[in-house]
């Protein structure tokens, strides 16, 4: 039973326009989300995160919006750059433990030159 | 401040053999967990400690097992290795107290022959 789901696998995206990454949840009880940055070879680096609190937060060019009564919520990257290009996962801490956290399998974005 | 560590970054073992990965935390935190990604089940939660306690554990076999010392260092176990062990091993360190936030190491890739 996938509680985080990323459907898209892949994305592509030309270098200075706006990446959107998706992500849904089915379990009502997440009230925090992170996204993580993963490049090749190396461990995920944490980017960003919103409470349920919220419906945005946003850093430099990294903004996190979240719908609760969708349970969706998406990551804009903008102006995208070819450094960007990276697998992006999104995860939620279980409510019992605020470091377990269940991670979605992932979408790899590609910025193009 | 140095970041996670983990010994070794590759390791090839036989079928039926065991193997003890290592993870050093980021300098302060006391807490260590472990995931474990495969291409087919994505990053998955193995267990968690803090003050060389277990608090949480995921959905593994009891080959699986760790533990973590005075000085937050923390190791993994795999015993009686499966094909199947194949996968990257992450270690993430956080604060502990209530921090979310968790910070990887670069992972142990481990190859199951």
């Known amino acids: 039973d996938q509680q985080v789901k990323q459907n898209s696998p892949s994305l592509s995206v030309q270098e200075g326009r706006i990446s959107i990454l998706n992500c849904d949840y089915t379990n009502s009880m997440f009230d925090y989300f992170l996204w993580y940055k993963k490049y090749p070879a190396e461990g995920p680096t944490f980017l960003i995160s919103i409470s349920s609190i919220k419906d945005k937060n946003e850093d430099g060019r990294f903004t996190v919006f979240l719908n609760k009564s969708a349970k969706h919520l998406s990551l804009h990257i903008v102006p995208s750059q070819p450094g960007d290009s990276a697998v992006y996962f999104c995860?939620?801490?279980?409510?019992?433990?605020?470091?377990?956290?269940?991670f979605g399998s992932g979408t790899q974005l590609t910025v193009l030159p | 401040k140095a970041g996670v560590t983990q010994t070794p970054r590759y390791l090839i073992k036989t079928r039926g053999q065991q193997v003890t990965l290592s993870c050093s935390p980021i300098?302060?935190?006391?807490?260590v967990s472990w995931y474990q990604q495969t291409p087919g089940q994505g990053l998955q939660f193995l267990f968690e400690?803090?003050?060389?306690?277990?608090?949480n554990k995921g959905n593994f076999p009891g080959r699986f097992s760790g533990r973590q010392f005075s000085n937050s260092r923390s190791e993994m176990n795999v015993s009686t290795l499966e094909l199947g062990d194949s996968a990257l091993y992450l270690c993430?360190?956080?604060?502990?107290?209530?921090?979310?936030?968790?910070?990887f190491g670069p992972g142990t890739r481990l190859t199951v022959l």
């Open positions: 995860a939620a801490p279980s409510s019992g433990s605020a470091r377990q956290l269940t």
């Open positions: 400690y803090f003050s060389e306690t277990q608090r």
């Open positions: 993430a360190s956080s604060l502990g107290a209530s921090g979310v936030e968790q910070f």
């Open positions: 300098s302060g935190h006391r807490s």
